[in-house]
């Protein structure tokens, strides 16, 4: 069995005490490769660190909607100079987040805007953050889907209209932890998608599955969220595992 984690912040410093072990028990859960997606310049060395040392750590690159701020277009600035130094298998993580601070919310859509067309530039998939604003997001991107845009709609946690605009766009939906969630309603939803039409994820240190819900995720976890997928479905987790990973080695051309 092997699994693609396609959305985990396994950079940041809640994993400072045990990096090694973490990405240990990663491997050991059968986890091939692990997608990074990124934040803002305050963590881009962490994250590129992390890469040298594990070619199984992917980085994206990108702008994420809570980090735009007074400053965003610098922030652009650096991230879209990296894409003039190297490539990166997607743009990320990007969006709108209309659950914390709309202060900026004006920039954010300007950021977002922005950072899809480098994806179309690129040919590359985006990794995007849509909390609170899963319309919102769908709105934009039907925007810039000129029949060539790709990408995940990182987290979803939307209803079966949302899911489904998302999958006609030509989207994958990224299905995490909060599957595991009692009341989070998206367990439903699932039973009504295609697995065609979605790739997994932790969104690591954050959403951590039942049994681990409110604690520290980590890429390991991930068998929860495969285990709870299988029993929805009716398949095997080694289905789940089959299918999601090739989703995610198409959309990220791994
Ligand atoms: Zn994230």
Known sequence: MTLIDTHSHIYLSEFDVDRLDMMERAHKADLSKILMPAIDSATHEAMLLLEEKDPDCLAMMGLHPCSVKENYKDELKIARDHFDKR????????????????????????????????????????SIHSRNATDECIQVVSAHQKGKLKGVFHCFSGNNEQAQQ???????????????????????VMETISLENIVLETDAPYLAPVPFRGKRNEPSYLKYVVEKLSEIKGVSAGEIAVITTANAEKLFAL
Do not use: C, M
């Open 87 to 126: 490539t990166f298998n997607a743009v990320g993580e990007i969006g709108l987040d209309l659950y914390w601070d709309k202060t900026f919310i004006e920039q954010q859509y300007a950021a977002f805007h922005e950072q899809l067309e480098w994806a179309l530039h690129f040919d590359i998939p985006v």
């Open 166 to 188: 998302i999958i006609d766009l030509g989207l994958y939906l990224g299905i995490g932890g909060v599957v595991t969630f009692k009341n989070s309603g998206l367990d439903r």
